[in-house]
């Protein structure tokens, strides 16, 4: 390295901490209140190239620290000069922005009329225009169906707005001057990044910068691989399954072949589904280290190596493979808003693998679906229409080695803060009925699953309207690890308890009358180590803070508990009836599922689709779901999909001209 190992360390503070003064100084500027209560942004302290060198560790979004702006910043015509800012929201240029509401920022640092470094970011709009409020809804099918889309270019030249694209950009959006007040806050991020690096080269001088930012990504590098070579080399192999593909559709299925050589891993995903024929797709462009496929890696890594350094340089020890046309790779005009649903189970996927490899050193899996819930209406006190976010629901994280999971925030979405009740129900029509915890959500084991979250509301709007994106863990639970037990599944519940009762499942967009009750329930995280060997008391300790019921305390722990104490003869009854430990507890949803649907089906299935161009996979199979739902129980799946490929090509070949490509 060119920075002695004491500068280096100075630097690596001094850049967190000019992250962190962007990061804070959006939160307390901005609008909306997911961005100034949730605080789903970034910021980022780029080098010359636009790799991310520096994130903050105690503000905003988690997801990011790897990003790479290259692609995006090179799309910008016309080159770059002091005071300009650029901008893009659209998924398909430069894979930076991963879906429409998220507006990325950057801007060019100069020192003696060179580009030394850029200041970025990122916030998600409440809402960017398109077919819903909220604009996101795993209902649509192309991406044009969400919002207004920008390319990279310039929102400043040499520090002067340009009005006409912010003008086109404002009529597009429901809450134009929601939209703009966070904007502003984003520009004052950026130019807070600006003057920070500045401050570093009047201080340590240019070339020092220079040198310490690319020495910064070494650094990050080098620890990234003596954790992989720290681990058994091989290749460990999971699966993962969303509920559904598509509003009431069928499983879909993410897979992944880890292979750890060395200091190297490469994270080949090949197996995975079509990309879908809903917003439920991840824009990759293919890119080997895009930071979207990654962030379980960001998670794992920190658990292994607590206090590492995460950047752009971490990314360098692994490669991934994404297949062309596939879920986690898309082709445009694909719908991409609901990526961050399918970004939970990519996480859980990646954590699945890895503790194969590192059994006794992680955690079980976290709920690992986050329902952000929106509404829409005409505030009653106010008389104005507005969008407002009102809550994530965030499941419990998974039980560690060391200690029960963390409740009502899984670690891989922790970083999405709580809105309080008071301001939620002083910017929207809205009455929080009950929010909370739920018991006997956690899954069981030696060290418990975090527990679920639970919310009901009401409105009094005549015309509100609910979008409650990422529902999902309704069906497929979080798995339980080393005999813990899965974690709860999750449900949303219209009117619960009254005679007009709704399971409305996975929906994610509803009118929501006057009167009526919204329930929200996330998943539970997932118990690690095998239930029976928790100890007594903690049961009783779960029983009293009302983590676990009575009868949950005796069906999952094999406790047995009368009038707050424990009964030691009866305890030591159930717990005879212990049974084995399997690595993985999987849930009876996906057991069931994976009995028709084999590894087998899945491949006979998979070499088929891949004979067909892209657009026609997602359709055929729903084809080929139905065919094997309708056939005989008793006939292999495998025999039923290729009868009914068969019998469908018959009558309508592939036109000639297309390829599978």
């Not at 307390?28 to 636009?50: C, I, M, P, Y």
């Not at 917003?279 to 292994?304: I, Q």
């Not at 915890?437 to 009401?458: C, K, V, W």
Request: hydrophobic share 40%.
């Amino acid at each position: 390295m060119r920075t002695d190992p004491v500068t280096l360390q100075v630097l690596r503070n001094h850049t967190r901490a000019a992250a962190e003064s962007m990061a804070t100084t959006l939160y307390r500027t901005a609008h909306s209140t997911f961005v100034k209560e949730t605080e789903d942004f970034t910021t980022q302290l780029l080098d010359a190239d636009g790799k991310a060198v520096a994130v903050p560790l105690d503000i905003g979004a988690t997801w990011y620290p790897g990003v790479d702006y290259g692609g995006a910043i090179a799309l910008v015509p016309g080159g770059y000069q002091p005071g300009d800012i650029a901008m893009t929201n659209d998924p398909y240029s430069g894979y930076l922005a991963t879906h429409s509401p998220d507006i990325v920022m950057w801007k060019p640092v100069f020192h003696d009329g060179a580009i030394i470094a850029f200041a970025g970011g990122h916030i998600h709009n409440v809402d960017v225009g398109g077919a819903v409020p909220a604009s996101l809804s795993r209902t649509l099918t192309e991406v044009h169906q969400e919002g207004i889309r920008v390319p990279p270019m310039k929102l400043y030249r040499a520090g002067v707005l340009d009005e006409g694209l912010l003008r086109v950009m404002l009529a597009n959006v429901r809450v134009p001057h929601q939209n703009w007040g966070d904007m502003k806050a984003q520009v004052a991020a950026v130019n807070t990044g600006e003057r920070r690096i500045l401050d570093l080269v009047r201080r340590f001088g240019v070339s020092t910068v220079v040198d310490g930012l690319a020495d910064l990504l070494d650094y990050a590098e080098a620890q990234a691989r003596a954790v992989l070579a720290g681990l058994p080399d091989g290749t460990y192999r999971f699966t993962e399954y969303c509920d559904e593909d598509a509003a009431g559709g069928d499983p879909l299925r993410l897979c992944l072949a880890m292979t750890i050589h060395g200091d190297t891993a490469t994270l080949d995903f090949t197996g995975s589904d079509p990309q879908t024929l809903s917003s439920m797709n991840v824009p990759t462009g293919g890119h080997p280290r895009h930071s979207l496929m990654l962030v379980g890696v960001y998670y794992v890594l920190s658990a292994l190596h607590p206090g590492i350094m995460l950047n752009f340089g971490t990314t360098r020890a692994f490669t991934c493979v994404c297949p062309p046309g596939s879920v986690v790779n898309p082709a445009f005009p694909a719908a991409v808003g609901m990526r961050s649903m399918v970004c939970g189970r990519l996480r859980s996927l990646i954590f699945g693998a890895f503790a194969q490899a590192a059994p006794e050193r992680l955690p079980a899996a976290p709920a690992g679906a986050t329902s952000i819930i929106n509404m829409a209406a005409e505030n009653t006190r106010t008389g104005k229409r507005g969008i407002t976010a009102i809550a994530p629901i965030v499941g419990g994280g998974g039980g560690m080695p060391h200690r029960d999971g963390t409740d009502g925030s899984g670690a891989d979405a922790a970083y999405l803060k709580n809105s309080p009740v008071e301001i939620t129900e002083t910017e929207a029509p809205v009455r929080i009925l009950r929010y909370g915890l739920m018991p006997d959500t956690g899954g069981a084991g030696t060290h418990r699953g975090g527990m679920a979250q639970i919310m009901e509301f009401t409105t009094d709007a005549p015309d509100a309207f609910v979008t409650a994106r990422n529902r999902d863990r309704s069906v497929f639970q979080p798995w339980g690890i080393l005999g813990g037990q899965p974690g709860a599944a999750g449900s949303f519940t219209l009117n619960p308890g009254r005679p007009d009762e709704r399971n409305l499942q996975n929906t994610d967009a509803l009118a929501l009358p006057p009167g009526n009750v919204l329930r929200v329930i996330s998943p539970g995280g997932a118990g690690r180590g095998h239930p029976f060997d928790r100890r007594p008391e903690a049961v009783l300790r779960d029983l009293r803070t009302g983590r676990v019921t009575t009868e949950g305390a005796a069906r999952d722990y094999g406790v047995a508990i009368a009038d707050d104490v424990i009964d030691v003869e009866a305890t030591a009854s159930l717990r005879a009836t212990r049974g084995p430990a399997g690595m993985f507890a999987l849930g009876a949803a996906r057991e069931a599922h994976e009995a028709r649907w084999t590894e087998a089906a899945y491949a006979a299935m998979l070499e088929r689709l891949a004979t067909l161009p892209v657009s026609w996979r997602a359709p055929m199979k729903k084809r080929l779901f139905a065919a094997v739902r309708a056939g005989a129980v008793e006939r292999p799946a495998t025999e039923v999909i290729e009868e009914a490929f068969a019998a469908y090509m018959a009558l309508h070949p592939v036109p000639q001209g297309h390829d599978s490509k």
